[in-house]
């Protein structure tokens, strides 16, 4: 199980879930059928961006629907995982940022014509949700920068639209829970050095959503950090990526032809699959119903 369904499957016939040492911590075993497999820095890593085109050249805050001043919230999560406390949180962010728009996706007519009912029922004028519509990936990438802050959902969180929102260099701020579903973005955040931007709370998350947007500084201070993590950071490096996502699956078939059953293991900071794995380890048998713990020969 790999990247399509943030929780176990609870399925037998699977063998292990990839994830890593933040949204699939080994204390969560219990909780899996599959057997945890960790990568070392983040399950999820930065898409190619690709070619820009010419027309988004014209592109600025007036033709987006956006205020030429102000503080664009957006959230470009599939609105399903709007919660209604999520939103409530969101609805208070605005009224005490005053000037401020929440820049969502328009991807279903029923989903929001509900926003807006709930932001006047929440005394929000609902002319402050702006809803963008669906464009194809590099315009949608293209637009992205013209957000000031990125509001992640919770208690499920996404990954490619956080992914993209990241390498558009738009911070993002989550509150992290302790499923799989809740803690993607949070991972994503620590793979860029970004710590910081992850709350556990929701009354901390809105909370620093404010202090944020009081402190326009601190908000340009984020991007230049974002920029920094480019040339830095695991979670835009590609090739490592793969490298290290090759290193977990040929382990993985080392076990099955050694006769072994599946157990946890993580992937070593900085190994490929071109170095030692596990196939010329010394043969085990680990029993199914008590999974191996990091032990130095567990990793690859």
Request: hydrophobic residues 45%.
């Amino acid at each position: 199980s790999y990247l399509g369904y943030p929780a176990t499957m609870g399925a037998e016939f699977v063998d292990y879930i990839v994830g890593d040492p933040y949204i699939t911590a080994l204390d969560q075993q219990p909780f899996f059928n599959e057997k945890i497999v960790q990568l070392a820095e983040c399950l999820m890593v930065a898409m190619p961006t690709g070619v820009i085109p010419q027309s988004a050249e014209a592109m600025d805050r007036h033709a987006l629907g956006l205020p030429e001043n102000g503080i664009v919230f957006c959230c470009f999560n599939p609105v399903r995982t709007i919660s209604a406390d999520c939103f409530a949180v969101w609805a208070g962010i605005l009224k005490n940022t005053p000037g401020s728009v929440l820049w969502l996706l328009d991807d279903n007519d029923a989903a929001t014509a509900n926003l807006k009912r709930n932001a006047a029922a929440l005394g929000v004028d609902p002319a402050r949700l702006v809803f963008a519509p669906s464009r194809a990936r590099n315009m949608h990438l293209a637009r992205l920068p013209f957000a000031d802050l990125y509001l992640d959902t919770t208690p499920s969180s996404s990954t490619v639209a956080i992914a993209d929102a990241l390498a558009s260099g738009v911070p993002v701020l989550t509150c992290a829970g302790e499923t799989m579903a809740s803690r993607l973005s949070g991972s994503m955040l620590s793979a860029c050095g970004l710590r910081d931007m992850i709350t556990h709370a929701l009354e901390h998350y809105e909370h620093a959503a404010r202090m944020l947007t009081c402190n326009p500084r601190s908000l340009k201070q984020l991007r230049v950090r974002l920029a920094n993590a480019r040339q830095t950071a695991k979670f835009f490096d590609t090739e490592h990526y793969q490298s290290a996502l090759d290193a977990a699956y040929e382990h993985m078939m080392a076990i099955a032809r050694n006769g072994e059953w599946p157990y946890a293991f993580a992937v070593a900071p900085g190994k490929t699959n071109k170095q030692k794995n596990a196939a010329e380890q010394p043969q085990r048998t680990p029993r199914e119903d008590q999974p191996f713990l990091l032990a130095e020969a567990d990793v690859c």
